[in-house]
């Protein structure tokens, strides 16, 4: 099928032209603008999210109409519009790639390289440029390897994924969470919160996925992706990026598997891997073969999948071990576990003679069995002891090199760090975690001040001021998981024993 116009509306294979009778959008042309106009460009800024907003609204569509088609001309799409909104929503701070550009310097002459990077997409001449590797320390004390895109592979792929995004996001399951629009970890959270207290569940796997992002395979990536999308020029472009390799020690390294973590396209790719590996698997042994409740929530590759028999859940972990193996991937022996947990699990246990119930870990959180004030089963989050001890080390030596700034200064920056772990920490249950990491940085501040010189005698007394003056006092932000998830999902399922919580748990797709 031939290249169409910007102003067609989107053609699925197998199908006529939708609403071909209909008055188009407004196409929207390169256009060189004058250099240094600054009214321009944000009238170009303008006019790109209202034509790319279009485009992606009736893509959004089409998927919708019709889950089973395939989509067989996409890459019009990524037109200058398109990837002028792509450069804008990329981050200005990123380190650059291999071609060393950065956001700034591209912005300068922003026209004239937009309208070349689309003149060599559309005539064939883009070549994707190896990634960057980098690596960043875990809290286990390894480190993970991210790659990082030249600038306009950068542009590229943002670009891509927005289009793909509108398709994938009409079919992706409910209880897929990871790196998709408007489901953040606090949403993931909330629905296994919420899922775990509201239905009988007494079991929890945790499943670990070793090195997914290192161990996808490429060939069933594509094959995946070809499910939904004909257009070979998407595809060839995805074969692009997963095949330019990796920038080593001035050789370029490339593999046969693995999306590249850190790319800007290797999120929504590692969620079509594993909605066809593992979601549409486990949304279907859920409905066939479990015979008791189950929820589950998946945040990229962090699973978590909750059983009311153990039965179901040691069957599950057979088959899902089994099943991952069919496409390249393998469960972590050490990390991947089962354990009770729920309403039920402290009195189970104590009847046998064991301790407390187990906890596990879910995107920043321990997950623990408590107990209200007036004795009812309450689930318990506390920030992960590792990560906050991560995140003080950090903080412990940044304040020693900054100890001869001004006062101010540095209340200003720890004020701007405490604000932000507790804007993501701050949830119902944490209380003594974010006193006790409040505490922490004024002790470590107060170190730091006194070794400014041998005479500097700062009192608790003072520093205690000084810390009420700069640093804000813990408080929780966040409401509980069930109420904002009723508001986020104000929904009844008639056939559900406790409406929301069915959909929390995978069972909606939306």
């Known amino acids: 099928m031939h290249e169409r116009e910007k102003s067609d509306p989107v053609v699925v294979a197998g199908r006529p032209t939708n609403k071909a009778g209909q008055p188009a959008a407004e196409p929207v042309e390169p256009r060189t603008g004058t250099k240094g106009n600054a009214g321009q460009q944000s009238t170009h800024r303008a006019q790109d999210r209202g034509s790319v907003s279009q485009a992606l609204s009736r ?4 998927a919708k109409q019709g889950k089973e088609e395939k989509f067989t001309t996409l890459f019009h799409h990524l037109d200058a519009a398109m990837l002028r909104t792509a450069f804008f929503a990329l981050k200005k701070d990123a380190a650059p790639g291999v071609d060393g550009l950065t956001w700034e310097a591209y912005e300068a002459d922003l026209d004239p390289r937009i309208d070349d990077l689309h003149a060599r997409l559309h005539r064939g001449a883009y070549r994707a440029q190896p990634a960057r590797r980098r690596f960043i320390p875990k809290s286990d004390g390894s480190q993970r390897p991210l790659a990082i895109a030249a600038l306009e592979d950068k542009i590229v792929q943002r670009a891509t994924a927005a289009v793909l995004s509108a398709i994938y996001e009409e079919e992706f399951l409910g209880f897929s969470y990871g790196f998709r629009p408007k489901r953040s970890q606090h949403d993931a959270l909330d ?3 919420v899922g775990i207290a509201g239905t009988k569940v007494n079991f929890i796997l945790d499943a670990d996925i070793r090195s997914f992002f290192n161990e996808v395979s490429q060939d069933w990536l594509v094959r995946f992706v070809q499910h939904r999308i004909g257009d070979p020029r998407i595809v060839r472009l995805i074969q692009k990026w997963l095949k330019a390799g990796v920038l080593e020690d001035g050789e370029t390294v490339v593999s046969e598997k693995g999306t590249g973590q850190g790319s800007v396209i290797s999120p929504l790719l590692a969620n079509i891997y594993l909605h066809y590996t593992f979601d549409l698997w486990a949304d279907r042994w859920r409905r066939r073969e479990a015979t008791g409740n189950m929820v589950m929530v998946r945040y990229a590759d962090d699973i978590i999948i909750g059983f009311e028999h153990e039965t179901d859940a040691r069957r599950f972990w057979d088959e899902m071990r089994e099943r991952l193996r069919e496409f390249s991937l393998s469960l972590h022996p050490d990390k991947t576990r089962l354990i009770e947990f729920g309403r039920h699990a402290a009195a189970n246990r104590k009847r046998r003679g064991l301790g407390k119930p187990e906890t596990f870990t879910f995107l920043g959180f321990t997950m623990i069995c408590g107990k209200s004030r007036r004795g009812r089963f309450l689930l318990k989050r506390k920030t992960r002891s590792d990560r906050m ?12 090199r900054q100890r001869h700034q001004p006062i101010p200064i540095q209340g200003n920056w720890l004020r701007q760090v405490v604000t932000g772990y507790f804007a993501y920490h701050a949830v119902p249950t944490n209380g003594p975690a974010l006193s006790a990491f409040r505490y922490h940085v004024i002790t470590f501040w ?12 700062i ?9 009420n003056d700069w640093l804000p006092k813990p408080r929780i932000l966040h409401p509980w998981p069930s109420e904002r998830f009723a508001v986020k999902h104000p929904r009844w399922e008639p056939d559900a024993r406790i409406g929301l919580v ?5 069972g909606a797709q939306k």
């Open 59 to 62: 893509v959004r569509n089409v």
């Open 191 to 193: 629905a296994l919160m």
């Open 389 to 400: 001890r991560v995140k003080l080390q950090e903080i412990k030596e940044a304040v020693l």
């Open 446 to 457: 107060h170190k730091a001040l006194r070794r400014r010189s041998q005479k500097d005698a």
């Open 459 to 467: 009192t608790w007394a003072r520093m205690t001021k000084l810390a």
């Open 502 to 506: 069915r959909i929390c748990a995978g």
